[in-house]
Structures are given as structure tokens and as C-alpha cells.
């Protein structure tokens, strides 16, 4: 075992909480795909995966640059159809039903499984407007309801001490790690299943990044989420399953302090300890 | 290459950006300048009692009693003037024949010009033009009346091989020796008096129906025209302009029909714009007839056309600068996408398809081609809005261009053509700042 491996080891000693141990097979899975594949055109971007996303844990996926790790994602809630050329194989299903069926609904897809991206994207409005977007779009009205979901979103994104009186003030204003969060709320305030997250955490600095792992934390006891992350150490921190992605095949999927620490595959084993990638 | 001939390198190059925009500025000043001088003495100017006498009788304005104090007074300078001609006009009775048809012909001369500077003399019939029932309404244009009064121009012809020379010879030459010689320098002398001249600010220039093909009144038909024409237009072009914008930049994709419809719109903004004015005539009123002739809805429809490729470049371009990213996230919120570009796209791309509705809108506002046929005539009243939609109507643009060419004595109106060249020139202006700050405060709310 090299030095890596061992600083690995320890941060997940210190991650915050009881890691719950997957109790495999005995949930239904949330999230399954089976050979499937993304296709831009004619370079096949993910190939062939097959893997079991288990309720109210946090799964990572973890890869080299241009590994089809983001692509994945991104299939989960159809953002890939924006991508001209864009065409899927095999399955890919939420509670078994395949979301590539025809007759899926994009947008009813699109509540269940929210999204936060890698840059803080708020919309240029108040902060109030950005987490009353998504419950506008879905028909309520009503402010003293919006109110509520606004707050119980900030609230739950950690983020409504910092705002609570500045609802009204634009969230282009606020600092990168705040509109991370806030998009974070905003995700939530959908009420969403699933929360995919593509390498959240990549552009702020280590304090934000802090906030944003511990929020992870809070949130998996009620949500389904799945990280993408570039940063091993982030992975080992605040996931509870591992996927290891490499040129658009699954090399390894599993819990992770067994991936970390175990790992199966020499490929896994050298990606992790930074022979490569 | 040293560090000494780069600095002086950089150093010559930002000096010409400095150079060139110093030029401009330059430029925009000669231009603007003169524009600004001249357009201004239609708003303030020294009126004579003629025009105090003018808007009390034709607009009841001005306090009455004063001004009736006013032209008794000048009456009273006045009558000595009028006695001296009837006096030589006695006289001319008692002259030979062959003499007294030569004298007649000089003091009919004679009392035209005295009637142009003061009025139709006391106990003639009125005169049937309104311009002739007044004198002399602007001391600036009463002291040239007075050069033709006291000089006669004569032409030198002594030289074959060029032009005839002007000469200006005294009028009062005609007259020595008889009892009109003194009316000449009384005249000179007394014709402030006669007139009363006053520095005045004429602010309802603006607002003032026109009289008599502009030799009295203001220009607020052709101000009024001109709203109506770019307010219209913008009212046509931007919806159809944003829609279509919003059209090629989120839904329309690739394809060749697409491509070819871009290259259209392209070569549509290339297009002459009397070429519209004559698109307009065609399509507008001949074949769909809009209206029976010329009105304000025809030529809003063909500026609209003039300058919808502009709105849909300009706007498709701001649609396209708003970042993908929040679409993405708009999206990934489960909003469709006519709620994505309602709720985000265009808010976000507000400032940039502002500018150039109201850029379009100071192209709508000057524009003289498309109206010539479409909605503008040189004389007019203000028009109301339900009339907007059959009658034509006088505009800035057109009027100053059919002053400059069609009018018959633009000479004694120039302060109305170069009021109107003002005016038109303010209005862009306030358009184009009312852009520049409105984008201005957008952006500010959009940044945070």
C-alpha cells in the first residue's frame, strides 16, 4: 500500500457520520442500466454499462477526463437529447421503466431527477426567483406557499442563514460556494427523487467545497444521489458506492472503502493510487 | 525586438485609436454643430409685433391689450412711411406721361416690398394669402427684407465671357429729386420701431400646427406623424422580429430551408430602402389595400419590413450570447421549452433585443424612402389614432426633404427646415440615449 492509499484510507475514517453499509440485493435499486451505451454520432461515449443505483445513497462516479462519466449523468434525466446526435442503446431505467421509451414524459422526468451542475449556474434573478422557479413552472401560485417551499429548500441546502435577508437581492451576487448552494435549493425546492451532480464542488474553493461534501452528507438520509467527481479523495469522502469509469466502460463498481482500499481490478488500483488519469 | 521600439510601437498604435476617435468626435461636432445653430432660431428668435399680432388673431395667445398697445404704436411710426407715398402719389398726377409710367412701375415695386416687411397698407382689402396678410413675422428675415427694400440688384454684364456681376444699386436712385426720397432712410431708420422686435422662445414650434405651407406656425402634424410611424413600426416589427429571433435560435436547428431563410434575411437588410418604399406601394396598398391610399398603417407595414432583418439579427444574437448554461438549468428544473426561453432566454436576453428595437427605432424614425409612397404627404393635420389607419400623414424625414426641393420659397422659411432637422436629430438622439441607459439599468439588474 502506497502513501495515497493510505491518506485515502484515513479520510474515510474521518468521514462524518456512521457509513451505512449497503445492504445489497435487498433494496430495489432506483437506478439500473443495462448495456447501455451513449453514442455522439458515431463515437460511442459510454459503452455497454450495467449498474445498480440503490435508494437514498450517495453513488460516485469517478474517472479520467473524457471517461463518459458526465455522459452517463447526463442520460439519467435526458440532457443529452440538447446534444444534436445524441442517441442511446440497451436500457436505462428509472424504477423499471426505461427512460428512453417513447412515450416518456421530459419533463415529468425532469422533476424526479433534479441536476446541479459543475459551474453555479443560478438564473440572474433574486435568489428568491431562483428557488421559486421550479414550483412556478409547476403551476403553484400561491405566495404564502412559495414562501414556505423557499424556505424549507434554503434551509435544507444550508444556505437561509446566510440569505434570509437578502431574498430579494440578485444571485449573481452572492460568492461562488452560496450560488452553488443555492442551485442546490433550487434543485430541491422540485422535490425531487434523485439528485444527479456533476462534479459540484470543481469550481469552488476547499471552504465551499467543505460545505458542499457536509450537505451531501445531510442530504442522503432523503435523496437518491449520484456524484460525479474528478477529486478521488471527494469520492471517498462522501460517497457510499463507487463506480470507476474508463474509456466509457465500468471497470468497477462497488461499496467504497472496499473500492478504495480493495480494489478488484488493476485498473482501478492503479487509477486511484495516480499511475494514471 | 527591444523593449524601447515595443513601447513605442504600442505607443503609436493606441495614439491612433486616440487620433481616429478624436476625428469622429470632430466629425459629429462640424455636423452636429451647425445643425444645432441653425435649428434653434426656429425655437428662439427676435419675433416682431407681427407675430405677437399673428398668434393673437390666429390662436388668441398673448395678453390683448398689450399687444393692441403695441400695434397702435407701431401704426403710428407706420403712418408716416404710408403718408409719404400718398403724398408722391399726388404728386406722380402732376408728372409727364412717358415719366410717370416709369415712376409708377418703381413705387408699385416699392410698396410690395414695404408690404412684405410691414403688412398690407391701411385701408387695402385683405389679402387672400395668409402670408400676405402679415408682415414680417422674424427681425432676421425683416433686415434682409430691408436690403431688397433700399437696394435694387442689378447685373453686370461687361464681361461676355463669364456671368453676369450683381450689383446692388440704392432704390432711392429712382426716387431723387422727388418728395419719396426721404422714405428710404426713414425707413432704414425707423423700421425697429415699425416692428418692435423681441427676443422670443417659440416652444410651441414644437407643438403648432403649420400655416400657410409653413410660413407660419410649427411642425407638430409631421412630429406627431413621425411617432406614429416609428411607434407603429416597432409595434409591428418587434413581436414578428423577437419571434422570429427566438425561432431560428432555439428551434430551428440546421437545415437547408433554415440556411436559406438566414441568407434571405441577410440580403434583405442589403435591400435600398426605396426599394421597400416601392415594395410597399405594390404589396401593401395595391395588393392587399391596407388602405385606399397612402396611410400611417401602410408605411408603419413597409418600415416594418426595413427594418425587421436588423431586430432579427440583433435579437437572435443577444438570444444566442445568454449563457447555455441557463438553459440547462431551466431545463433540468423540468420546464419545457417555451417556458425556458419565456421564464429565462429572453429575460436574460432583454438588453442586447432592447438595443436593437430602439436603434431600429431611430432607423424607423429618419427613413424617407419607404414613406415617400406608403404614408407621407407634405401638408397636413395631426391626425388621431382611428385616422391613423386610412389618412396619410406628414413626417420629419419627408418634410424636410420636400421643403429642400418642392417648396416654392423655402428661402424665407429656412428656420422651419432646419427646426425640423433639429428636431428629427433630438429625437433619434433621446431614442438612442433612452437605449444606452435602459440597457444600462437591465444589465445592472441582471449582474447583481
Known amino acids: 500500500m502506497n502513501g495515497v492509499t493510505v491518506e485515502l484510507a484515513s479520510s474515510l475514517a474521518e468521514r462524518q457520520g456512521p457509513a451505512p453499509e449497503p445492504k445489497d440485493r435487498l433494496e430495489e435499486p432506483v437506478i439500473t442500466a443495462e448495456e447501455f451505451s451513449v453514442f455522439y454520432g458515431d463515437n460511442e461515449a459510454v459503452k455497454r454499462v450495467s449498474l445498480d443505483v440503490p435508494p437514498r445513497r450517495v453513488t460516485a462516479i469517478i474517472g479520467p477526463s473524457g471517461c463518459g462519466k458526465s455522459t452517463f449523468l447526463r442520460a439519467v434525466n435526458r440532457m443529452n437529447d440538447l446534444i444534436p446526435g445524441c442517441r442511446t442503446e440497451g436500457l436505462l431505467a428509472l424504477e423499471g421503466q426505461d427512460l428512453n421509451a417513447p412515450g416518456v414524459d421530459v419533463v415529468t422526468l425532469r422533476r424526479v431527477v433534479g441536476m446541479v451542475f459543475q459551474k453555479p449556474n443560478p438564473f440572474p434573478k433574486s435568489v428568491f426567483d431562483n428557488v421559486a422557479f421550479g414550483p412556478r413552472i409547476h403551476g403553484v401560485r400561491g405566495k404564502p406557499e412559495l414562501t414556505e417551499t423557499v424556505e424549507v429548500s434554503l434551509r435544507r441546502a444550508g444556505l437561509w442563514e446566510e440569505v434570509a435577508d437578502r431574498l430579494s437581492h440578485n444571485a449573481m451576487a452572492l460568492s461562488g460556494g452560496q450560488q452553488q448552494r443555492l442551485c442546490i435549493a433550487r434543485a430541491l425546492a422540485v422535490d425531487p427523487e434523485i439528485l444527479l451532480m456533476d462534479e459540484p464542488a470543481s469550481a469552488l474553493d476547499p471552504r465551499s467545497t467543505a460545505r458542499i461534501e457536509d450537505l451531501i452528507g445531510e442530504l442522503r438520509a432523503d435523496y437518491t444521489i449520484v456524484i460525479v467527481t474528478h477529486n478521488m479523495q471527494q469520492a471517498a469522502r462522501v460517497s457510499d458506492l463507487t463506480a470507476f469509469l474508463y474509456e466509457g466502460r465500468l471497470v468497477e463498481f462497488g461499496p467504497t472503502d472496499q473500492l478504495f482500499t480493495k480494489p478488484r481490478q488493476k485498473q482501478t488500483e492503479d487509477y486511484i493510487t495516480g499511475r494514471f488519469g | 525586438?527591444?523593449?524601447?521600439?515595443?513601447?513605442?510601437?504600442?505607443?503609436?498604435?493606441?495614439?491612433?485609436?486616440?487620433?481616429?476617435?478624436?476625428?469622429?468626435?470632430?466629425?459629429?461636432?462640424?455636423?452636429?454643430?451647425?445643425?444645432?445653430?441653425?435649428?434653434?432660431?426656429?425655437?428662439?428668435?427676435?419675433?416682431?409685433?407681427?407675430?405677437?399680432?399673428?398668434?393673437?388673431?390666429?390662436?388668441?395667445?398673448?395678453?390683448?391689450?398689450?399687444?393692441?398697445?403695441?400695434?397702435?404704436?407701431?401704426?403710428?411710426?407706420?403712418?408716416?412711411?404710408?403718408?409719404?407715398?400718398?403724398?408722391?402719389?399726388?404728386?406722380?398726377?402732376?408728372?409727364?406721361?412717358?415719366?410717370?409710367?416709369?415712376?409708377?412701375?418703381?413705387?408699385?415695386?416699392?410698396?410690395?416690398?414695404?408690404?412684405?416687411?410691414?403688412?398690407?397698407?391701411?385701408?387695402?382689402?385683405?389679402?387672400?394669402?395668409?402670408?400676405?396678410?402679415?408682415?414680417?413675422?422674424?427681425?432676421?428675415?425683416?433686415?434682409?427684407?430691408?436690403?431688397?427694400?433700399?437696394?435694387?440688384?442689378?447685373?453686370?454684364?461687361?464681361?461676355?465671357?463669364?456671368?453676369?456681376?450683381?450689383?446692388?444699386?440704392?432704390?432711392?436712385?429712382?426716387?431723387?429729386?422727388?418728395?419719396?426720397?426721404?422714405?428710404?432712410?426713414?425707413?432704414?431708420?425707423?423700421?425697429?420701431?415699425?416692428?418692435?422686435?423681441?427676443?422670443?422662445?417659440?416652444?410651441?414650434?414644437?407643438?403648432?400646427?403649420?400655416?400657410?405651407?409653413?410660413?407660419?406656425?410649427?411642425?407638430?402634424?409631421?412630429?406627431?406623424?413621425?411617432?406614429?410611424?416609428?411607434?407603429?413600426?416597432?409595434?409591428?416589427?418587434?413581436?414578428?422580429?423577437?419571434?422570429?429571433?427566438?425561432?431560428?435560435?432555439?428551434?430551428?436547428?440546421?437545415?437547408?430551408?433554415?440556411?436559406?431563410?438566414?441568407?434571405?434575411?441577410?440580403?434583405?437588410?442589403?435591400?435600398?430602402?426605396?426599394?421597400?418604399?416601392?415594395?410597399?406601394?405594390?404589396?401593401?396598398?395595391?395588393?392587399?389595400?391596407v388602405s385606399d391610399s397612402k396611410s400611417v398603417l401602410a408605411g408603419c407595414l413597409t418600415l416594418a419590413v426595413l427594418v425587421l432583418p436588423t431586430v432579427i439579427r440583433a435579437s437572435e444574437e443577444a438570444i444566442l450570447a445568454v449563457p447555455k448554461t441557463y438553459k440547462e438549468a431551466s431545463l433540468s428544473l423540468g420546464a419545457g421549452q417555451g417556458s425556458t426561453v419565456l421564464r429565462v432566454i429572453l429575460p436574460a436576453a432583454l438588453p442586447g433585443i432592447l438595443t436593437s428595437v430602439i436603434i431600429s427605432m431611430g432607423r424607423a424614425a429618419g427613413e424617407t424612402a419607404p414613406i415617400i409612397f406608403t404614408a407621407a404627404v407634405s401638408l397636413g393635420r395631426p391626425l388621431s389614432l382611428r385616422q391613423t389607419l386610412s389618412q396619410p400623414t406628414p413626417a420629419l424625414p419627408w418634410n424636410i426633404y420636400n421643403l429642400c426641393t418642392e417648396h416654392e420659397a423655402v428661402d424665407q422659411i429656412r428656420h422651419v427646415q432646419y427646426g425640423m432637422v433639429l428636431t428629427l436629430v433630438l429625437l433619434v438622439l433621446l431614442l438612442n440615449l433612452a437605449a444606452i441607459l435602459l440597457r444600462a439599468r437591465l444589465a445592472r439588474r441582471l449582474a447583481g
Open chain 2, 1 to 289: 525586438m527591444r523593449l524601447s521600439t515595443r513601447k513605442l510601437l504600442d505607443r503609436s498604435f493606441s495614439g491612433l485609436g486616440v487620433f481616429a476617435i478624436l476625428l469622429m468626435v470632430g466629425a459629429l461636432l462640424v455636423l452636429l454643430a451647425p445643425i444645432a445653430a441653425r435649428g434653434s432660431r426656429a425655437f428662439v428668435f427676435r419675433a416682431t409685433v407681427e407675430h405677437r399680432q399673428f398668434m393673437l388673431e390666429e390662436s388668441g395667445r398673448g395678453d390683448h391689450d398689450a399687444i393692441d398697445a403695441e400695434i397702435r404704436a407701431a401704426a403710428e411710426v407706420r403712418r408716416k412711411a404710408y403718408d409719404m407715398i400718398a403724398r408722391f402719389e399726388e404728386e406722380l398726377e402732376a408728372a409727364g406721361r412717358s415719366e410717370r409710367r416709369e415712376l409708377r412701375r418703381s413705387l408699385r415695386e416699392v410698396k410690395d416690398h414695404l408690404a412684405g416687411l410691414l403688412g398690407p397698407a391701411p385701408g387695402n382689402a385683405r389679402p387672400v394669402l395668409l402670408r400676405d396678410q402679415y408682415g414680417q413675422t422674424r427681425w432676421d428675415r425683416a433686415l434682409v427684407g430691408l436690403g431688397d427694400f433700399l437696394y435694387v440688384t442689378e447685373y453686370d454684364y461687361s464681361d461676355p465671357s463669364g456671368m453676369g456681376r450683381p450689383l446692388l444699386v440704392p432704390r432711392v436712385d429712382g426716387f431723387r429729386g422727388t418728395s419719396l426720397e426721404p422714405l428710404f432712410a426713414y425707413v432704414e431708420q425707423n423700421l425697429e420701431r415699425m416692428l418692435r422686435p423681441r427676443l422670443t422662445f417659440y416652444w410651441r414650434f414644437l407643438f403648432d400646427e403649420g400655416r400657410d405651407a409653413h410660413f407660419f406656425g410649427g411642425i407638430w402634424p409631421a412630429v406627431l406623424g413621425t411617432l406614429y410611424l416609428t411607434i407603429g413600426t416597432m409595434l409591428i416589427a418587434a413581436p414578428v422580429g423577437i419571434a422570429s429571433a427566438v425561432y431560428l435560435a432555439e428551434f430551428a436547428g440546421e437545415g437547408w430551408l433554415i440556411s436559406l431563410i438566414r441568407t434571405c434575411i441577410g440580403t434583405l437588410a442589403g435591400v435600398p430602402s426605396i426599394v421597400f418604399g416601392l415594395f410597399g406601394l405594390a404589396f401593401f396598398i395595391n395588393t392587399l389595400g
